[in-house]
């Protein structure tokens, strides 16, 4: 497995979207679900980066949360989500005003929804669909320059600009998925977020859609927010990974860091989840138990359930994310995990443990 | 097996006594939705005055006194007609018939509605055809001339015939509404899981679509109480039915006829309109508050409408509500 060529300095800090102690409730009554616990993360411009966890561990809840876009009963308790515009502007997306966030909306950050396919509308020509995107925007664009432009669009992404006067039933999966893909990139926008964009798709087709984004982030240099559950495809795809589990972020590294030498237990847990295509044969284990309930989370560690490298100080103190206790590590890689922070433990009136070397590979 | 069965005892008891207070809870949840809460307390005045109102009404409603076209005293608290009858016990007396002729005609209308509309829509084809032509002709029938002509035919027009003949010529609309939710539901993914079960029709029916319905059922009974008591009321106005027999219409239509507005006699019309449109606005808000409550998305929202205006909070699709409430202390 090879990861898509990095260019140099990409990883350099200049970030477009800052999501900051992002908190985020379902449920508006008295003991609400806290989904999401004062999330951080940095999305770096050009960059791809991936999310993954299990099922409900809050992966979409980010992404929706922030762009606002979470349906009642969602909350967002607190945080700031920070974009950095082209211009060196910074504008927090939850203290915009909905007219702003009308505006921002697309123009700066895209969207391609979980089964996006289903959100053409199926009496319309795919060609208006997109050109009603840039034409809600740009008012003053014809609607001739629109179809132009989305006829542009279609044939990056690889569809016959002739096909804008299809209907969406005429149309295959992959090449609804690819429409839809195509009007995100109308405005240009400079995040792309994707939810899950090729869960419904065949591997062939997964393959080529995955292959068109990063093509198409080379060329035209936007950042992709990649969200989904198939770690093996994330690896592929994404510059840098965050892990998520139970509402918070446990792990953040560069993708070949956490593909190769994982220092969260959870992380490691998921890559024995998967064969390998390549390299030697290793052992093949799934994580024992099921995450913890939302609603009622334990104390300390909400992976101390279901963690081979559990010990004492584990049910007592929450972990933050630090830098891994690996000397030699990349400084911008972090960690939420107890055994890699020695200080806190210690600090808690508990005796560190020393890192297994399993979360210990060079 | 001894064992295996007491271990299966053992978890069930467990599980009832997790669930007991919610399920308690549960069934509370609907009276506390505010606006449901309002809407029931004065439907609930108005059904103790139906049970009660012959008995705590002060005269005779129909007795002729020498106080004549009095306004509201100490004496007649809402005044008197110009046969000096006393209108609040006109008001008392007549709130039963209103209520009866309501509820009979909502339950009835809601009955056939419902029979025909869910039939209709899930049988398809030749059967769907019949009972949407039906429909069709009683919706496009003009409702209140041909309630006029079958109640003037009838030799005792009484409130139960009245309420008979309102839900014969109002339930098309309901059947019309519910017949196009169930043709969309009966296609839905669990419909057909259902059916891949191997659950029977009527199953089908009263397990899986039904409760899918329970807004729209709701929408149109209160919606058909609401047009059989005004429709009741306008019969009774325009002195189709018995005028000797009280209800709100009634008096409302003695006082048209003896020139009340020309007169200044607001008490005559007042206290029964505000009891029209209170009655009105009671099914109005039981309506809001089954809405909420049935749809388990807005449910929340409903529960809780005080407390999310008192925190700033305004449920919106599209535009997550922030509140900065969450503490923020990590780096």
């Not at chain 1, 060609?127 to 925007?137: F, K, M, T, V």
């Not at chain 2, 809407?39 to 008995?55: R, Y």
């Not at chain 2, 089908?204 to 319905?213: H, M």
């Not at chain 2, 019309?269 to 606005?281: D, E, H, Q, S």
């Amino acid at each position: 497995m090879s990861a898509v060529p990095v260019a140099p300095g990409r990883l350099t800090a200049d970030p477009v979207l800052e999501i900051r102690n992002l908190s985020v409730d379902y449920g508006y009554d008295e003991n609400p679900v806290h989904v999401l616990r004062q999330a951080s993360l940095t999305l770096n411009r050009g960059e791809v980066l991936g999310l993954a966890g299990e099922s409900g561990c809050g992966k979409s809840t980010l992404a929706y949360a922030a762009t606002r876009l979470l349906p009642p009963p969602g909350l967002i308790t607190g945080g700031q989500v920070l974009f950095h515009g082209r211009d060196g502007s910074t504008a927090d997306i939850l203290s915009m005003s909905d007219a702003e966030l009308r505006a921002s909306r697309w123009q700066d950050l895209a969207i391609v929804f979980q089964g996006a396919m289903n959100s053409l509308n199926p009496v319309f020509r795919v060609g208006r669909q997109i050109a009603d995107a840039i034409r809600a925007h740009r008012p003053s664009v014809s609607q001739k320059e629109a179809l132009e432009r989305a006829a542009d669009l279609l044939d990056m992404v690889g569809i016959s600009p002739d096909r804008l006067r299809a209907y969406p039933h005429q149309l295959s999966g992959g090449m609804r998925q690819r429409v839809m893909i195509a009007m995100a990139l109308a405005l240009d926008p400079q995040v792309l977020i994707m939810d899950e964009p090729t869960t419904a798709l065949d591997v062939v087709m997964q393959r080529q859609i995955v292959e068109q984004i990063a093509e198409l982030r080379d060329r035209l240099g936007f950042s992709v927010i990649f969200i989904t559950h198939d770690v093996s495809l994330l690896i592929e795809i994404a510059d840098r990974i965050a892990i998520m589990y139970a509402g918070e972020i446990v792990e953040d590294a560069t993708a070949q860091d956490v593909y190769r030498r994982p220092r969260h237990p959870y992380s490691n847990g998921l890559l024995h989840s998967f064969p390998p295509l390549r390299g030697p044969r290793r052992e093949l284990g799934g994580i024992p138990g099921s995450p913890p309930d939302l609603a009622r989370l334990p104390s300390g560690c909400p992976f101390r359930a279901r963690c081979p490298f559990v010990f004492d100080a584990c049910a007592h103190v929450q972990p933050e994310l630090v830098a891994p206790d690996v000397p030699g590590d990349d400084p911008r890689r972090s960690v939420a995990c107890l055994r890699h922070d020695p200080d806190r433990v210690a600090a808690a009136g508990f005796t560190p443990v020393p890192v297994p070397p399993e979360l210990a590979l060079r | 097996m001894a064992v295996e069965t007491s271990v299966l005892t053992d978890t069930e008891d467990v599980a009832t006594d997790a669930t007991a207070p919610v399920a308690g809870k549960r069934k509370l949840l609907f009276l506390r939705n505010g606006k449901a809460i309002t809407g029931l307390a004065i439907l609930g005045f108005f059904a103790v005055l139906a049970v009660v109102g012959e008995w705590i009404a002060p005269y005779d409603p129909s007795a002729v006194s020498p106080d004549i076209l009095q306004p509201p005293s100490g004496a007649h608290w809402f005044g008197t007609t110009h046969l000096g009858q006393d209108i609040l016990s006109q008001v008392l007396v007549g709130t039963r018939g209103v209520l009866v002729v309501g509820l009979v005609a909502g339950v009835l209308a809601t009955v056939i509605g419902v029979l025909i509309g869910v039939t209709a829509g899930f049988v398809g084809g030749a059967g769907d055809e019949t009972l949407s032509a039906l429909s069709n002709i009683f919706l496009v029938i003009p409702q209140l001339p041909l309630i006029i002509l079958i109640a003037g035919q009838l030799p005792s027009a009484g409130g139960l015939t009245v309420a008979a003949v309102i839900a014969v010529t109002g339930w098309a609309w309901g059947a019309r509404v519910l017949r196009a939710q169930t043709l969309s539901l009966r296609k839905r993914d669990f419909v057909e899981a259902a059916r891949a079960n191997g659950e029977r029709t009527w199953r089908i029916v009263l397990a899986e679509i039904l409760p899918n319905l329970t807004a729209i059922i709701a929408a149109g009974f209160v919606g058909t109480v609401t047009f059989a008591v005004l429709s009741q009321i306008t019969l009774a106005f325009i002195g189709v039915t018995s005028v000797s027999e009280w209800n709100w219409g009634t008096i409302l239509f003695w006082a048209q006829g003896n020139l009340a507005l020309q007169r200044g006699a607001w008490w005559w019309f007042v206290p029964a309109g505000l009891c029209i449109a209170l009655l009105g606005m009671a099914l109005t808000l039981i309506n809001f508050g089954i809405d909420e409550f049935v749809n388990p998305r807005l449910r929340s929202t409903g529960l809780h409408a005080r407390t999310l205006r008192k925190r700033g909070i305004r449920p919106r699709i599209g535009f997550t509500p922030v509140v900065h409430e969450a503490k923020e202390d990590r780096s």
